[in-house]
């Protein structure tokens, strides 16, 4: 039995594979702002979903920048109380098998790639965006080898512009472009926001950042998740590609561009698949 999990922002989905195919329906929570409160939910679920039997391996994600073993979380706004917290280490104890941590959007972007919209494509690139920004480099099925994990959102499209809402510095394509920003910039959540001169900005900016993002890792298709994308009202995939096709002309055609298909489920495929690695 494998142990899957997908820790974001605001929930945490757990769930178990038998065969190591596919998996049983998730359990879905709220994730503890507090990291001990989190690891007694942890310990609690797993403990329901394995009946007890024995759990071989486990893997998934986090929201933020792991560190350089991949073994805890280094930074995020969102989960303040879990950074320099040793969750590998922790939850390894309590399942008693290897466990594999990843940034969840490159979990997520991994899922996407082999069960979703990238389906089929050698190099896809994965872009996140909701309360904020993340995304990774997916080749041949796998996230492509990095160092530090991959943080498009932090990529600079506008040096004297806006400031980011995660590191505070300015220009960041996260401070154009995210949930945060816009509550930052119009005090409404993002599906309260009705003006379509607003959406209609918001696609501009992601298209600089994806211009960057498609010159630097040359995909064959760009899949686009995170609720700012995949609901409504939310940025028009086809206005996105009408600002790339006036910014990108240097390659011989644009990648396609792909709303994300797995929906809440999208980590766990990815943890399931980043366990076959
Ligand atoms: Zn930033």
């Not at 759990?55 to 920048?65: D, F, L, R, S």
């Amino acid at each position: 039995m494998f142990l899957l999990f997908d820790i974001g922002g605001t929930k945490t989905r757990l769930a178990v594979s038998r065969g190591g195919k596919n998996f049983d329906e998730p359990k879905i929570v709220a994730t503890p702002r507090d990291f001990n409160a989190g690891i007694l939910l942890f310990e609690k679920i797993i403990s329901e979903l394995s009946g007890g039997e024995k759990i071989e391996a486990a893997a998934g994600g986090i929201a933020g920048p792991l560190d350089r073993g991949k073994t805890k979380l280094i930074n995020s706004p969102n989960l303040s109380g879990w950074i320099d917290k040793p969750l590998k280490e922790t939850l390894q104890k309590i399942i008693k098998a290897p466990l594999y941590l990843e940034n969840d959007a490159a979990v997520v972007g991994l899922g996407e790639a082999v069960n979703g919209a990238g389906k089929g494509e050698e190099i896809v690139a994965y872009i996140t965006v909701s309360t904020g920004i993340g995304g990774a480099r997916i080749v041949d099925g796998k996230i492509d080898r990095n160092i530090f994990g991959f943080e498009p959102g932090h990529q600079i499209i506008d040096p004297t512009g806006t400031l980011c809402p995660m590191c505070g510095l300015a220009g960041h394509l996260e401070g154009h472009v995210s949930g945060v920003a816009l509550e930052t910039r119009y005090h409404k959540k993002p599906y309260e926001i009705d003006d379509p001169d607003v959406w209609e900005e918001e696609a501009k900016w992601l298209a600089y950042g994806l211009n960057n993002t498609i010159v630097h890792w040359s995909p064959s298709v760009v899949v686009l998740g995170g609720s700012m994308m995949t609901k409504s009202p939310g940025i028009s995939i086809e206005r996105v590609r009408y600002y790339l096709e006036h910014t990108l002309s240097i390659f011989s055609e644009l990648p396609r561009l792909a709303k994300a298909e797995l929906g809440d489920v999208g980590g766990l495929y990815g943890a399931l698949q980043l366990l076959k690695h």
